[in-house]
């Protein structure tokens, strides 16, 4: 995959404009990328802190060449990536959690927004990724569940490089995804990641319900499975999904 990176100092989204570069025509690959966002935005519409400096915040193009019941996997796969660039590079024991989150002890120091839209070249896609590289500008409101690379390594987070080493990885195992029987290894790659992958109990927060259960794996497409406390197993596709901490 060839990268062109748009760089700003300052956007509302840099997702919103990836997306309105992809119905422009730009070619997968296309990143972009700032150093503060005015309007950031994470999964069901949350807000995303994002001050000047303190965050990577990264948006690539994408024109998959999957079959379309594949796509949420572009999330996993991102994630996976995600975590691997953090271990390598600053020795951090990451945890993805289901489906587009990345922990260490616990607290998030990474969401993950995959959006779609219809453009003249066909299905795009736009993966956002948001790291955080400071604490120091956290609201009180996040402080206890979020952290940073300085908070957990006690070094200042050298952002180009981060973006350099993540974008190597991106296209390593999207390059995997792309590959014959892709869905299945990058599946077993998530999987092998991710300690929510099987016997996680989880509370499952739908738009309708909430329920209990414990997790068995994910689906084809990336879905959780859940079984819950009565024998069932709940495919979950959307929604939030919390440890439940022993007491």
């Known amino acids: 995959m060839n990268f062109t990176i748009l760089r700003f100092d300052s956007i509302d989204s840099t997702n919103t404009e990836a997306l309105n570069q992809a119905r422009r025509g730009a070619q997968e690959g296309l990143c972009v990328t700032a150093r503060r966002q005015t309007a950031g935005r994470g999964r069901q519409g949350r807000a995303w802190i994002s001050p000047e400096n303190a965050g990577l915040y990264f948006s690539i193009v994408l024109r998959p060449r ?142 309708n319900e909430t329920f209990h259960g414990t997790t068995r794996g994910i689906d084809v497409n990336g879905a959780l499975r859940v079984e819950t406390e009565t024998g069932e197993t709940r495919i979950v596709q959307a929604g939030d999904v919390t440890n439940l901490r022993a007491n």
């Open 66 to 207: 999957i079959e379309m019941r594949f796509l949420p996997l572009i999330t996993l796969m991102t994630a996976v990536a995600v975590h691997d660039t953090l271990e390598e590079l600053y020795s951090l024991e990451c945890d993805i959690k289901w489906a587009n989150d990345i922990h260490v002890r616990g607290k998030k120091i990474c969401g993950i927004l995959a959006e779609t839209c219809e453009t003249d070249k066909g299905l795009a896609v736009v993966t956002g990724i948001g790291i955080n590289l400071k604490s120091t500008n956290f609201p009180p409101e996040i402080s206890e569940i979020a952290t940073s690379i300085e908070q957990e390594t006690s070094l200042a987070p050298d952002a180009e490089n981060l973006l350099e080493n993540l974008t190597k990885f991106f296209a390593y195992f999207y390059e995997i995804l792309s590959e014959e029987n892709g869905a299945a290894k990058i599946r077993d790659e998530w999987t092998k990641r991710s300690s929510y992958a099987f016997g996680k109990p989880v509370r499952v927060v739908l738009e």
